[in-house]
């Protein structure tokens, strides 16, 4: 078989020579861009400043350039704020500590970068003085010398947290001559030892079990503030004190605001909104972007010129603005060139930079010169629209097509090479090539260019790496095609790295056990803990619990014996009226409690076995394995399970093809996932030729679920209908013959599912969402569904009953406690009451295709502040709603709100009822109370805005 080399002589030419101008590669479309990249990191031996026009392609960018080799290297992104300055407004801690780890450590310690990938609209951002910059950091070294107290001092004044136990970056915790310390760009967080004023040992911990990691740190490590402003001390601090009054006087800010801000300073507080003020902080003045990494120490490319060009003009419009009103109205604002670079320096340093421009075309009347190298190059696009034009077709083989096209890309003597990005994405991956014939060959090593040659020759269709190489794409010069997972099964959310959960952690720890607690005693009963005291017993020392019982009895119980003692749940420490409840020591009470406890135990266990036994005897449907066509709707999953999610439902289908009625619980918080496991489910039932039941309590969340349905099964011959009270007269006939008849797959529905003129064909599987909000009747008419059709229940809050028979074994328990990829904490804003937050906060959630909450606490003017909110965003789309209005005209209010047709709900507390609105935002004003309101918080995209009272 011929096989293609990659043609050294074009790699060559993407070399830039010295006083030539840039180098335009053009037509290096898909993931072909990050190959010409890595080979100019190469060349030049030298990082990059790689400058792109959006945060999308900034990741994929990134993720090509440590796919493609790096020699240890990484290549870091630099994200542009994720606010909008001069509103008294701060940027997420993450986001904060994220991009200043990734500035200090791209000053300091280039050479371990292979790229530094820059959005465009980030450029704008000043950066602290470049004496700062490159001295900000500090390295810790065994055998060095370190004053604990002045360490922890500069932590604080960096950013850092004190924490009782670290588990999260930017924190660190103190015990004696110990210091945990978590960096924000650190995999692990470190524990430094000092033996006196003496680093003894520097270890990496685990946050979770926080054990020390097998071995020890070699060489140095370096330490980077958590935030951009390092709080200053002494004389630096007065002057800092100086020019915010200063400040304030020229804006003619008033005195008491700009001296609450000044005491916050001295007293070690970096206020709200401080990031605005960040040139008082410094002596000199703030650095721009381009000098903090010029081209001498960097090679600079840009990709995309013009879009580039056009996002950076169009932000420093929105900064001009901004800070324009902000100084207008007297509020903290230094001038916008102190703080931002002006967009038009920055074009010009876009334009004349660069070693290398990158183009999908080719520039046209010379507004670059430079040398153009064409490196053509295809995307896969037209690979992913064929997988789903199959999948809306019905198609059984999706991947037939792929299967044809690369049959015919090996008949040209082409590599091809497939990349998945975890291991569980190369089993699915196998699975669905193997399926349409394709002899796919695994390599565990990584996937490099100087394997092309060997890939042409070998006798498999595919070789399958595990990688992410950001994007694919076809080169016959290079003799490669490359796909990446992400083009055959779809795009998925990005999983960051999260702590693992542990079911140890949720468990009630000795480390939360208090002086005055209640603990129970496995012989003498309930006590209350007095805490650890050592007693001498013969010769010897011994550790023991002290337990007080009724008539102020002591027990001290050693610490060897510590499996006799149980924390006793159900009272607080000083609790007054926990004291009638201690035992007392000999007496028979406890003796008598434990005897009826034990019988009921037994009378119980009798029951069960009884019930289970007859459950186990009872003849249900037994469903087939899942195939190629269920693989493919697993595949149109936008997202990467969980590993619980996995796990659920693994346990699912599993249940589904034994030929006994299922009767499972999965348990999981809002927005963890359990709506996929049941359309995991409901999927396979309707692929065996059964009917799907879902039962949900309102008809609001009806409504969703079946707007949820079709966006899943989009795409699938799979016919979804709704059955509410909102079905009357010939509608609900309509419903009810189709489903008699079968032509209706899957329906949602409230109670009125569960009437007796309901007839289905043949009902395989019945999913229901939260049955405790299902009254007494329902439940009796559920139980004859659980005789013979299998019964999967949905819930984040499972009723004791419920959770009980889940824990004994008579129903199935699957927990689902990992979060989501991409599922962001909610964001809480405080900040002073103007109608330009406001403003900002609804046109950059309206800007992204959101939706906004704007809760209010009096039913009496909520229409004043929908006609104000018309006023500041003349583009929202306004609806009210509140828990005096008529129901059915509530429920319409929120069904247009969950269809989009609305964009901002002006509403009371009505909105905690437990809907789920992934693309909305909340502002909260006047003072609501926010219990309730955590129902949003498992949106994936949820933010929350909380504005004070007096708006």
């Known amino acids: 078989m011929k096989a293609h080399a990659p043609p050294r002589p074009l790699f060559d030419r993407l070399v830039p020579n010295d006083g030539d101008g840039p180098v335009v590669v053009t037509g290096a479309r898909g993931g072909l861009a990050a190959v010409a990249l890595a080979h100019l990191r190469a060349a030049l031996d030298k990082p990059l400043v790689v400058v792109v026009a959006s945060p999308e392609r900034a990741r994929e960018v990134r993720d090509g350039l440590s796919f493609y080799g790096s020699g240890g290297r990484r290549a870091a992104h630099y994200r542009a704020l994720d606010h909008t300055p001069f509103l008294g407004m701060s940027p997420s801690r993450s986001h904060a500590m994220e991009r200043t780890s990734t500035l200090f450590d791209a000053s300091n310690r280039p050479a371990e970068l292979t790229a530094l990938v820059v959005e465009a609209e980030a450029l704008l951002d000043r950066v602290p003085p470049l004496s700062a910059l490159r001295g900000g950091g500090w390295e810790l070294r065994v055998g060095e010398f370190l004053d604990r107290d002045a360490f922890v001092a500069r932590l604080v004044a960096a950013g850092y947290h004190a924490t009782e136990n670290v588990e999260e970056p930017g924190s660190f915790a103190l015990r004696g001559g110990i210091v945990d310390l978590f960096v924000p760009h650190w995999t692990y967080p470190l524990r430094v030892d000092l033996w006196g004023d003496e680093i003894d040992s520097l270890k990496w911990f685990d946050p979770e079990t926080q054990r020390s990691r097998p071995g020890v740190v070699e060489g140095a490590v370096a330490v980077t503030p958590a935030r951009g402003i390092v709080l200053p001390s002494g004389e630096a601090l007065r002057r800092v004190r100086e020019r915010v009054m200063d400040l304030a006087d020229d804006l003619h800010v008033p005195t008491a605001r700009a001296r609450a801000l000044a005491e916050d300073l001295e007293s070690g507080i970096i206020g709200v909104g401080a990031e605005d003020l960040l040139p008082l902080f410094y002596d000199e003045p703030l650095a721009s972007f381009s000098e903090a990494f010029d081209g001498t120490s960097y090679g600079w490319v840009v990709e995309d010129l013009d879009r580039c060009s056009a996002a950076l003009e169009r932000r420093w419009s929105q900064l001009v603005e901004s800070n324009s009103a902000a100084r207008a109205q007297a509020r903290m604002a230094v001038s916008v060139e102190r703080m ?121 269709d595919v070789g399958l790496f595990i990688g992410e190489p950001g994007r694919g794409f076809r080169s016959p010069q290079l003799g490669l095609v490359l796909l990446d997972e992400a083009e055959i099964l779809g795009r998925r959310a990005r999983r960051r790295r999260r702590r693992r959960f542990s079911a140890e952690a949720a468990l009630a720890s000795w480390r939360d056990l208090r002086e005055g607690d209640l603990i129970v005693h496995l012989s003498h009963g309930v006590g209350r803990y007095l805490g650890l005291v050592k007693t001498n017993v013969g010769s010897h020392e011994a ?61 119980i266990a009798d029951r069960l076995l009884k019930l289970y036994a007859e459950r186990e005897l009872q003849e249900g449907f037994a469903f087939s394995p899942p195939g190629e066509y269920f693989a493919s709707f697993e595949a149109a999953f936008p997202y990467e399970e969980t590993r619980d999610q996995a796990k659920a439902i693994e346990d699912l289908l599993s249940d589904m093809q034994k030929p006994r009625p299922m009767d499972r619980v999965v348990c999981g918080d809002v927005g963890f996932g359990k709506t996929e496991v049941a359309m995991r489910a409901a999927f396979k039932a309707v692929l065996d030729g059964k009917q799907v039941a879902i039962l949900v309590p309102t008809v609001v969340l009806a409504e969703q679920h079946r707007l949820t349905l079709l966006r899943r099964f989009r795409g699938f011959p799979v016919e979804i209908a709704s059955y509410t009270r909102s079905k009357a007269g010939a509608e609900a006939r309509r419903v009810r013959d189709r489903l008699a008849s079968g032509a209706i797959d899957i329906v949602v529905g409230t109670h009125k599912l569960l009437a007796k003129n309901i007839a289905f064909r043949d009902l395989g599987l019945l999913i229901i969402d939260e049955e405790h909000r299902f009254g007494v009747t329902h439940k009796e008419r559920l139980k004859e569904y659980r005789s013979d059709v299998d019964v999967l229940t949905l819930t984040a809050t499972p009723i004791p009953r419920t959770l009980h028979l889940s824990m004994v074994g008579l129903r199935d328990l699957s927990l689902i406690q990992t979060p989501p990829a991409e599922r962001l904490a909610v964001r809480t804003i405080v900040a002073q009451p103007s109608d330009a937050v406001i403003a900002d906060a609804i046109e950059r959630e309206l800007a992204r295709g959101g939706q906004v909450f704007f809760v209010h606490n009096r039913v009496e003017d909520l229409a004043t502040k929908a006609e104000l909110i018309r006023r500041l965003v003349p583009r929202a789309r306004i609806d009210v709603g509140h828990g005096q209005m008529e129901r059915g005209h509530l429920e319409a209010v929120m069904l247009r709100f969950m269809r989009g047709e609305s964009n901002v709900l002006v509403c009371t507390t009505v909105i905690e009822s437990g809907i789920d609105i992934p693309a909305a935002v909340q502002d909260d004003q006047n003072g609501t109370a926010l219990v309730g309101m955590l129902v949003l918080h498992g949106s994936a995209h949820c933010a929350c805005g909380v504005l004070p009272l007096g708006w």
């Open 340 to 460: 931002y670079t002006p967009a038009a320096e920055l074009v010009a340093v876009l334009r004349s930079r660069p070693r290398m421009l990158l183009e999908p075309f080719a520039l046209e009347g010379a507004a670059v010169a430079g040398r153009a190298v064409p490196f053509p190059a295809e995307d896969n696009r037209d690979v992913r629209r064929d997988i789903e034009a199959a999948m809306q077709a019905g198609d059984e083989h999706i991947l037939a097509s792929l299967a044809q096209r690369i049959r015919g890309w090996r008949a040209q003597h082409l590599a091809v090479a497939v990349c998945a990005h975890s291991a569980g994405g190369a089993e699915r991956l196998a699975g669905l090539l193997g399926h349409v014939d394709l002899d796919v060959k695994r390599h565990p090593e990584p996937f490099a260019l100087d394997r092309v040659a060997s890939l042409a020759q070998a006798d498999g």
């Open 543 to 603: 550790d023991f619990l002290v337990v007080e019982y009724a008539g102020n009895d002591k027990l001290y119980v050693p610490v060897e014996q510590l499996h006799l003692v149980s924390k006793h749940i159900g009272a607080e420490a000083g609790d007054s009226a926990s004291s009638g409840r201690l035992d007392t020591l000999g007496g028979a009470r406890w003796q008598a409690t434990r005897r009826r406890v034990t019988k009921a135990v037994r009378d």
